[in-house]
């Protein structure tokens, strides 16, 4: 297997980002007791060995969404939680043959067979709602369907960070058979948004991997203005699936007003009956 070069940056003295070469990032959040990764990105290197060099404290993983760029290194480590809901999807984006067809196309990383992990593990169910305790701080998962049935959003309260990755950002995706439709995506935020008091920072998986707050008061707005036909409705196309940008964007996919927030999202997700 060929060398992957990970990088590390200290987000705070008890966070920090892992980057593996690819368009995502993981995060390993350090207690006084333990530890929690959160994601293991599309699979290939060896991402144990480089958290052990991390942290000395025992460790367990804890999925975001069974999409391929999130969970498709699960088969290296044992006790690894997600979301039952996420069970399915993650039984799909993990195969071999996606893993390689989206790293090319999303990355231009192109892998052989053997170069990735295999992904099968046996998952503990991640629970809406459940709090893990690292010894001096926590992470409590919350459940925002919309990009996924099952995805989740940690929060470390002590921190006051919120691990967003791809359940609201800069262009949600909502077109995807295992999305929801936007009329439960917004639901979904607006869950999320009551969570505001113990959180004061946004980061993400993708691009900048970061946000301000603004970002889900934008994508609540943009739920919004695609019910009621009043969004930009811009066409495009991702991964071969026809959709739409909530909000107009320049060349390099940021919205033009400034705003940060943004959604795709093709026409069959756009009510629950719909998409359902």
């Known amino acids: 297997m060929r060398g992957v070069e990970y990088t590390s940056e200290k987000i705070t003295d008890r966070v920090i980002r892992i980057r593996d070469g690819s368009?995502?990032?993981?995060?390993?959040?350090?207690?006084?007791?333990?530890?929690?990764?959160i994601?293991?990105?599309?699979?290939?290197?060896?991402?144990?060995?480089?958290?052990?060099?991390?942290?000395?404290?025992?460790?367990?993983?804890?999925?975001?969404?069974?999409?391929?760029?999130?969970?498709?290194?699960?088969?290296?480590?044992?006790?690894?939680?997600?979301?039952?809901?996420?069970?399915?999807?993650?039984?799909?984006?993990t195969a071999i043959e996606f893993r390689k067809e989206v790293l090319r196309t999303q990355t231009g990383l192109e892998l052989s067979d053997d170069e990735?992990?295999?992904?099968?593990?046996?998952?503990?169910?991640?629970?809406?709602?459940?709090?893990?305790?690292?010894?001096?701080i926590t992470l409590q998962f919350v459940e925002v369907p919309g990009h996924t049935h099952g995805i989740m959003?940690?929060?470390c309260p002590e921190e006051k960070i919120a691990f967003f990755g791809d359940a609201c950002g800069i262009g949600v995706l909502l077109l995807l058979?295992?999305?929801?439709?936007?009329?439960?995506?917004?639901?979904?935020?607006?869950?999320l948004q009551s969570y505001e008091p113990i959180y004061n920072r946004v980061l993400r998986?993708?691009?900048?991997?970061?946000?301000?707050?603004?970002?889900?008061?934008?994508?609540?707005?943009?739920?919004?203005?695609i019910l009621n036909a009043t969004d930009a409705h811009i066409p495009t196309e991702v991964l071969g699936h026809m959709c739409?940008?909530?909000?107009?964007?320049?060349?390099?996919?940021?919205?033009?007003?400034?705003?940060?927030?943004?959604?795709?999202?093709s026409l069959d997700h756009i009510r629950q009956k719909e998409s359902n």
């Not at 969970?71 to 999807?89: L, P, R, T, W």
């Open 23 to 37: 368009d995502v990032c993981e995060y390993l959040v350090i207690g006084s007791k333990s530890a929690a990764l």
């Open 39 to 93: 994601d293991t990105g599309y699979g290939f290197g060896d991402l144990k060995s480089y958290v052990e060099s991390l942290t000395d404290k025992p460790y367990e993983v804890y999925i975001t969404h069974g999409h391929v760029d999130h969970a498709s290194g699960a088969g290296q480590f044992i006790n690894v939680h997600m979301n039952h809901k996420d069970y399915e999807v993650f039984a799909e984006h």
């Open 116 to 136: 990735f992990i295999p992904a099968e593990t046996e998952f503990i169910n991640l629970i809406d709602g459940e709090i893990v305790d690292l010894g001096d």
């Open 153 to 155: 959003v940690p929060i």
């Open 177 to 191: 058979k295992e999305s929801l439709s936007a009329e439960e995506y917004l639901e979904s935020l607006k869950k």
């Open 205 to 225: 998986q993708h691009g900048t991997c970061c946000s301000t707050m603004n970002v889900l008061e934008d994508n609540i707005q943009n739920c919004e203005n």
């Open 244 to 265: 739409y940008w909530a909000c107009e964007v320049d060349e390099h996919g940021k919205r033009k007003d400034g705003r940060e927030g943004n959604i795709k999202y």
